[in-house]
Each structure stands twice: as C-alpha cells, then as structure tokens.
C-alpha cells in the first residue's frame, strides 16, 4: 500500500495548532478563517484526533462543509489524521484505535481517511502495540477495510519511530524537530524509510518556533525552552542568513524541502497569513555557499531527551 500522489505535495500543512485558543468569539472567527484557508489551500493538511482536543479536525469538517460538494471532496481527500489515546486513560487498544478513527471521521465529515497515523503512542509499551488485537492490528484493520487509504507512524523520539518502522506494516513515517538546522539525528531512519518505499513527513521545521522566530525571541525549541548554547548557535545563523540577504525562516524551511529522503516537509499553518506567505519562504533563493558555509559550522549543542519524550 502507498500514500496517494497527492499527499507528497513537498509542503504540508499543519493543523496543530488550529481551534487551541477558540475561546472566545474573537478566537472562533479567526480559527474558522485559518480553517478556511487550509482546506481552500490545495495542499495536504495534518491533523490529528487529540488537537485542540478535536477542535482541529472540528473546525476542518466545518470547513468543509462550507464548500461545493466536489471542492468538499478534493479538500477532504488531502487531509491527514491520526489515531490518538484515549485522553482519560491513555488506553490505546484496538477497541480506542477503532473509536479514535471513528471520532476523526465523524467530526470531519468523511467516511474514508487517506493516511492515517499511529500518533504518539507513548502511553502503551512496543509490545502492547504489536500484540494480537493490539493498535497496530487495528489499523491494518482499518486499511484492509478501505477506511484508511494507508498508514503510519508518528512521533518524536528517533528509536521509537524507527522500531515502529522496522516491523514492515506502515506506509508512513512522521518524526518531528529531528531534521531541522539544530538536530539532524533523524537522518538514518529517514534514508532507510525512503529506501524501503515508504513516505517520509518531516514535521515542525523551524523547531516549533525558535528556527522561524529567531534567537532573540524567547521561543522554544521542540516544545522546550532553548538553552542560551543553542540560542548563540542559531543567532550565528541568522547572521550567516542576513550576510547572504535571506531569513532564518526560509533558511529552516528549505533545509528541508532540499533533503532526498524528505517526501513532504509539514510546517505549522496557525494563521491565514502563515499559509499566504509561505511560498515566500519556500522560494526564496538560497545561496548555494550558504549552505556550504553552514555545513562546514560544528554542530548545533541540541538536547532533546528522547526517553523523557516518551515519558511525557
Ligand atoms: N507527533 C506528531 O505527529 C507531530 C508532532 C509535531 C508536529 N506535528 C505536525 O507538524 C506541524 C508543524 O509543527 P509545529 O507547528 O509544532 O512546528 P513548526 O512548523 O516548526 O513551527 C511553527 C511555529 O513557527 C512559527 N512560525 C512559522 N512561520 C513563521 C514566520 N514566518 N515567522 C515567525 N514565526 C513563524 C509559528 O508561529 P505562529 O504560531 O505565530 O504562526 C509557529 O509557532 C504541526 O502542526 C503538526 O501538524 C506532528
């Protein structure tokens, strides 16, 4: 089983952030317009059950009920769920797998997902996982049944992702902040990946924010505050960025639109300005001696704690 072509789009949307701060009516109208925007983007969108506790795939359903029935079904068809524990228990069985997909289909309004993902299974063991009745066995369930076009595996740390991999089920590999200008540690899985026909989805490539933002700007990387090392290490390559007359953002950006063995590179859209000035970043030229001069920096003093990710 493959992803379908349309989902190897080289850049992809993330929905992470959609419908997280939809309290208030200010805070709704601007999640819809965000909404909007994504499904009318025509690119592929990555969502998942557990974002913004399903307000992310809410407001895509939403969406797409607004639009032509035929615009409705193209949109749908780009976009990209995942299963998630349940987020009382934690429980990630068979039984909540089904449950999970079931939750996605309802609250997009779509009886079919085209790639859907195990998402951060760091509440069940490997081997829970892989048991006989376990997650995994129910989504191949669920591929076999026409309900999800295909399937992967999503998450952060490195080796979790890459066991997952090895089994030979999956479709898909998603691994986040691990192929940015600061942590390159998921190289190896990717190129094996890539190798054995399966996508590869490189998600968050400005780190979740530090790597787009900047060094002066206070802003985490993979979801962590980023030590004063790591921010002297990124404010050498904003310089290096201004000396060759690009930004950093674009810099992060094509660091990974440029990789081989990177499919689809999933950046996160939170606002309808993000998605309209992407291409911006995307195209902007990029000096080949930059990327020689960055190549020849010692390596970024990152620290991301894998065993502590699955922890979380
Ligand atoms: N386990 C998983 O499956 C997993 C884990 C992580 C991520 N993902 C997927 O990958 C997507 C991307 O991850 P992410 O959003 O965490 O990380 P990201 O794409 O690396 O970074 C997004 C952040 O960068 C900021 N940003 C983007 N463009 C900018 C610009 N031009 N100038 C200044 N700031 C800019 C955004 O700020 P604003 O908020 O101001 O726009 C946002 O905070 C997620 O939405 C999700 O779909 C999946």
Same mark, same amino acid.
């Given at each position: 089983?493959?992803?379908? !072509?349309?989902?190897?789009?080289?850049?992809?949307?993330?929905?992470?952030?959609?419908?997280?701060?939809?309290?208030?009516?200010?805070?709704?109208?601007?999640?819809?317009?965000?909404?909007?925007?994504?499904?009318?983007?025509?690119?592929?969108?990555?969502?998942?059950?557990?974002?913004?506790?399903?307000?992310?795939?809410?407001?895509?359903?939403?969406?797409?009920?607004?639009?032509?029935?035929?615009?409705?079904?193209?949109?749908?068809?780009?976009?990209?769920?995942?299963?998630?524990?349940?987020?009382?228990? /934690?429980?990630?069985?068979?039984?909540?797998?089904?449950?999970?997909? #079931?939750?996605?289909?309802?609250?997009?309004?779509?009886?079919?997902?085209?790639?859907?993902?195990?998402?951060?299974?760091?509440?069940?063991?490997?081997?829970?996982?892989?048991?006989?009745?376990?997650?995994?066995?129910?989504?191949?369930?669920?591929?076999?049944?026409?309900?999800?076009?295909?399937?992967?595996?999503?998450?952060?740390?490195?080796?979790?992702?890459?066991?997952?991999?090895?089994?030979?089920?999956? #479709?898909?590999?998603?691994? !986040?902040?691990?192929?940015?200008?600061?942590?390159?540690?998921?190289?190896?899985?990717?190129? @094996?990946?890539?190798?054995?026909?399966?996508?590869?989805?490189?998600?968050?490539?400005?780190?979740? /924010?530090?790597?787009?933002?900047?060094?002066?700007? /206070?802003?985490?990387?993979?979801?962590?505050?980023?030590?004063?090392?790591?921010?002297?290490?990124?404010?050498?390559?904003?310089?290096?960025?201004?000396?060759?007359?690009?930004?950093?953002?674009?810099?992060?950006?094509?660091?990974?639109?440029?990789?081989?063995?990177? !499919?689809?590179?999933?950046?996160?859209?939170?606002?309808?300005? @993000?998605?309209?000035?992407?291409?911006?970043?995307? #195209?902007?030229?990029?000096?080949?001696?930059?990327?020689?001069?960055?190549?020849?920096?010692?390596?970024?003093?990152?620290?991301? #704690?894998?065993?502590?990710?699955?922890?979380?």
């Amino acid at each position: 089983m493959h992803v379908e !072509h349309r989902h190897l789009a080289r850049l992809m949307l993330g929905a992470s952030g959609l419908g997280r701060r939809a309290e208030s009516p200010g805070d709704e109208a601007v999640a819809r317009a965000t909404a909007r925007a994504l499904v009318a983007s025509g690119r592929p969108i990555d969502t998942s059950n557990a974002y913004a506790s399903g307000r992310s795939e809410q407001l895509l359903g939403r969406a797409l009920r607004e639009l032509p029935a035929a615009e409705a079904a193209d949109a749908a068809a780009r976009i990209v769920t995942k299963v998630d524990a349940d987020p009382q228990t /934690g429980r990630l069985d068979r039984e909540r797998v089904l449950r999970s997909a #079931d939750e996605s289909l309802s609250r997009l309004g779509v009886d079919r997902i085209p790639l859907l993902h195990l998402h951060d299974p760091y509440s069940i063991t490997f081997d829970e996982a892989c048991a006989r009745g376990g997650a995994i066995d129910a989504l191949v369930e669920l591929r076999d049944s026409g309900v999800a076009g295909a399937i992967g595996i999503a998450a952060g740390p490195v080796p979790l992702v890459a066991r997952y991999a090895d089994i030979g089920v999956f #479709d898909a590999v998603l691994v !986040h902040n691990r192929w940015t200008l600061v942590d390159r540690s998921a190289r190896a899985l990717f190129e @094996r990946a890539s190798l054995q026909g399966m996508t590869v989805f490189n998600a968050a490539p400005f780190g979740g /924010g530090l790597l787009a933002r900047g060094a002066a700007s /206070g802003s985490t990387y993979a979801y962590r505050p980023a030590t004063e090392e790591l921010r002297r290490w990124v404010a050498r390559v904003e310089a290096l960025s201004a000396r060759h007359g690009v930004t950093l953002a674009a810099v992060a950006l094509q660091f990974s639109l440029r990789a081989p063995f990177i !499919h689809s590179t999933i950046v996160g859209a939170s606002s309808v300005r @993000r998605i309209t000035t992407l291409d911006d970043l995307a #195209d902007a030229v990029v000096p080949d001696e930059l990327w020689s001069e960055l190549a020849a920096m010692p390596s970024a003093p990152t620290w991301i #704690d894998d065993d502590q990710e699955e922890r979380r």
